[in-house]
């Protein structure tokens, strides 16, 4: 599910979940982060398109990346003014961690299930047990409602607070 919402959803709802434990920011990144190396492959035609990153151990890769990117950004707002959009500034490291973490591992299962090309035990095993799994509808309506489910969840959490 390269570049689509797909994968926010169940990040929407775990956020839902554990507003205090989650970062859905962090989680979303970490997504991101991870299609890039399918992004690339695809901009220069090399097959197959999810390799290293689209594997657990590449992913552990992303979710300390994500973090170091938190760190750093927020050590560059401490210099540099920038914007403080969705309260990002506020986030623990617990929650990034947790975000990001949630977001790198979900992203290879829901990639695992859907694309034949990955690998995720890499360099342990070129099997993927979860290829086929669902269909890819099951899975991207599965994706939706969970997302639906979230900001229905955060947005009455939200009402409720003010």
């Given at each position: 599910?390269?570049?689509?919402?797909?994968?926010?959803?169940?990040?929407?709802?775990?956020?839902?979940?554990?507003?205090?434990?989650?970062?859905?920011?962090?989680?979303?990144?970490?997504?991101?982060?991870i299609d890039m190396e399918p992004l690339y492959f695809m901009a220069t035609e090399q097959f197959p398109l999810h390799r290293f990153f689209h594997t657990y151990i590449g992913a552990s890769v992303i979710l300390l990346?994500?973090?170091?990117?938190?760190?750093?950004?927020?050590?560059?707002?401490?210099?540099?003014?920038?914007?403080?959009?969705?309260?990002?500034?506020?986030?623990?490291?617990?929650?990034?961690?947790?975000?990001?973490?949630?977001?790198?591992?979900?992203?290879?299962?829901?990639?695992?299930?859907?694309?034949?090309?990955?690998?995720?035990?890499?360099?342990?095993?070129?099997?993927?047990?979860?290829?086929?799994?669902?269909?890819?509808?099951?899975?991207?309506?599965?994706?939706?409602?969970?997302?639906?489910?979230?900001?229905?969840?955060?947005?009455?959490?939200?009402?409720?607070?003010?």
């Amino acid at each position: 599910m390269p570049f689509t919402p797909f994968h926010f959803g169940p990040g929407a709802a775990l956020h839902a979940a554990a507003p205090r434990h989650v970062s859905f920011l962090a989680f979303c990144a970490a997504n991101v982060i991870i299609d890039m190396e399918p992004l690339y492959f695809m901009a220069t035609e090399q097959f197959p398109l999810h390799r290293f990153f689209h594997t657990y151990i590449g992913a552990s890769v992303i979710l300390l990346l994500t973090v170091a990117l938190f760190m750093g950004t927020l050590r560059l707002a401490s210099v540099v003014a920038l914007p403080n959009m969705s309260g990002w500034k506020q986030l623990t490291l617990r929650q990034v961690v947790f975000g990001a973490a949630l977001g790198s591992y979900s992203h290879i299962v829901f990639d695992s299930i859907m694309h034949s090309d990955i690998r995720p035990f890499a360099p342990l095993s070129d099997g993927n047990p979860l290829l086929g799994l669902v269909s890819l509808g099951t899975l991207h309506w599965s994706c939706l409602a969970a997302g639906a489910v979230g900001f229905v969840v955060s947005g009455i959490r939200r009402e409720a607070r003010q």
